[in-house]
Nanobody, 123 residues
């Protein structure tokens, strides 16, 4: 089975940027679609962004559209989430996940998950 490890989280001021990384170990994820989800205190896990197995299709939550960019480097077995113009509402634990579908925005369609990385945006 694949192991997913997120990194790049931290504390940033409102208006700043962060780039999250999700590295796969054990085996490549080049043939699988990937997604980013987040969970804020007191809220359920929500969809953020997804990218198809070949990188040809992307999808974003309305709340992050135009600010976040998902990308992947299959040679490095890594998927990225570039986050710009961050606001306190973006504060959450961010999770990387893998799905066997072409692309998906639904939590229940993802079977492999990372441990999460904390993103905190101060005002």
């Amino acid at each position: 089975q694949v192991q997913l490890v997120e990194s790049g989280g931290g504390l940033v001021q409102a208006g700043g940027s962060l780039r999250l990384s999700c590295a796969a170990s054990g085996r490549t994820f080049s043939n699988y679609a990937m997604g980013w989800f987040r969970q804020a205190p007191g809220k359920e896990r929500e969809f953020v962004a997804a990218i198809s197995w070949n990188g040809g299709t992307t999808n974003y939550a309305d709340s992050v559209k135009g600010r976040f960019t998902i990308s992947r480097d299959t040679a490095k077995n890594t998927v990225y989430l570039q986050m710009n113009s961050l606001t306190p509402e973006d504060t959450a634990v961010y999770y990387c996940a893998r799905t066997g579908r072409y692309i998906s925005q639904y939590t229940y369609e993802y079977s492999s998950w990372g441990q999460g990385t904390q993103v905190t945006v101060s005002s």
